[in-house]
């Protein structure tokens, strides 16, 4: 079905609520002309996964900073591996990572 909407339209097709989806639905979606995945869910988890983690390491920081550094690597890892999931790993370089 997803085939013959874009065959049908002349519009950007849109994936809304892409987190937490096999990577083989994703894929086949890019494949069949998804040109917008959002992903919002599964970068937010990364983040704030490792937010926990620094805090049960340290409970006492508080600093941005500090606090940060790593939720934000381990958020563009996910970034990073999504952006080669959808296959557009010739775009990454409008991104800043």
């Given at each position: 079905?997803?085939?013959?909407?874009?065959?049908?339209v002349?519009?950007?097709?849109?994936?809304?609520?892409?987190?937490?989806?096999?990577?083989s639905?994703?894929?086949?979606?890019?494949?069949?002309?998804?040109?917008?995945?959002?992903?919002?869910?599964?970068?937010?988890?990364?983040?704030?996964?490792?937010?926990?983690?620094?805090?049960?390491?340290?409970?006492v920081?508080?600093?941005?900073?500090?606090?940060?550094?790593?939720?934000?690597?381990?958020?563009?890892?996910?970034?990073?591996?999504?952006?080669?999931?959808?296959?557009?790993?010739?775009?990454?370089?409008?991104?800043?990572?």
């Open positions: 079905m997803l085939t013959e909407i874009k065959e049908k002349s519009i950007p097709l849109v994936l809304h609520g892409g987190s937490a989806n096999p990577d639905e994703i894929a086949e979606a890019v494949k069949r002309g998804v040109n917008k995945i959002n992903i919002s869910s599964d970068i937010k988890e990364a983040f704030y996964q490792q937010i926990r983690k620094t805090l049960a390491a340290d409970s920081v508080r600093e941005p900073f500090v606090l940060y550094k790593e939720s934000i690597i381990e958020m563009n890892k996910v970034i990073i591996r999504e952006i080669e999931l959808f296959n557009d790993d010739d775009k990454m370089k409008y991104y800043r990572l």
